[in-house]
């Protein structure tokens, strides 16, 4: 009776640290992105020699980005709806069946604007009846923002505002496992696993890392490139988008796009 009780109050005990969650890998030219989901988070591993990480809150919309090699954590405060507005001429249609991919079976999709090819995807309907997985996939589709739609509102081409307004249509259809952009370069889910046992410590914040605040970041980036209060002139704004460009070529793809949810929070 002593070892039931004692086998009780353990299980009790780890109720309130663990539960099952959802685990996906895509992998990308940098290397494998893992995507793990419990509850009202997520976690994002993208390839980073230095460890560092993102971490969502969906029931605050919330996101952080995790520097542990600088014992950084930035705050990206509340994330915005995202503008997913389709550009004129925009064409989005199925091409058929798709190739087998993570195990799922999967539709053909094809992006035009105008008679310029945009993007291909390989569309799967089974995956999201996994509630975690909807949940993270519509969340990023509303809430994400345009590879350049950063604070400073650099150039946008029509393919990238194409693809946001279609991540929006296809999301209601199914989950894109493989997406391929004009250019060639391929993002593709390789593995979904459900009922992982996930401990909540890893969506814990680390403590005493330094906090810093991205809206603050942003008013004091302007006020060292223009006049106080962070006006710019055309010039010091154009050198400034320079700067800002460097230090995303230097990112993986899963850091850019985290990165440029928390410029657009701030760029009003």
Do not use: W
């Not at 600088?70 to 405060?77: L, N």
């Not at 650099?154 to 249509?169: F, G, N, P």
């Not at 889910?189 to 005493?208: E, N, Q, W, Y």
Request: charged share 25%; with cysteine.
């Amino acid at each position: 009776m002593t070892n039931r009780i004692l086998l009780a109050a353990i299980l009790v005990s780890m109720a309130g640290t663990s539960a099952a969650g959802t685990v996906i890998e895509s992998r990308a030219a940098d290397g494998v992105t893992r995507i793990t989901l419990s509850g009202d988070h997520a976690r994002i591993d993208a390839p980073d020699p230095r460890g560092a990480y993102t971490v969502v809150d969906f029931k605050s919309a919330r996101l952080y980005m995790v520097d542990t090699g600088k014992h950084e954590i930035y705050d990206a405060g509340t994330l915005s709806a995202a503008d997913a507005k389709a550009p004129p001429g925009m064409r989005l249609k199925a091409t058929g069946a798709g190739d087998r991919i993570a195990g799922y079976a999967t539709r053909a999709y094809r992006l035009e604007v105008n008679g310029r090819h945009c993007a291909t995807y390989a569309l799967a309907a089974k995956p999201l009846k996994d509630r975690e997985l909807r949940r993270f996939a519509e969340f990023f589709v509303h809430h994400n923002t345009p590879e350049a739609a950063l604070a400073y509102k650099m150039q946008e081409s029509i393919c990238e505002r194409a693809r946001k307004a279609a991540d929006v249509q296809l999301i209601k259809q199914g989950l894109p496992l493989r997406t391929v952009d004009e250019n060639g370069r391929s993002d593709e889910i390789v593995s979904i696993r459900t009922d992982v046992h996930v401990p909540a410590s890893r969506f814990a914040l680390p403590k005493g890392y330094k906090r810093i605040d991205v809206a603050e970041e942003m008013r004091s980036a302007g006020e060292m490139h223009g006049a106080p209060g962070g006006a710019m002139s055309p010039q010091q704004r154009q050198e400034l988008d320079r700067m800002m460009q460097e230090q995303l070529k230097q990112m993986t793809p899963e850091q850019r796009k985290m990165f440029e949810q928390m410029m657009q929070q701030h760029q009003q």
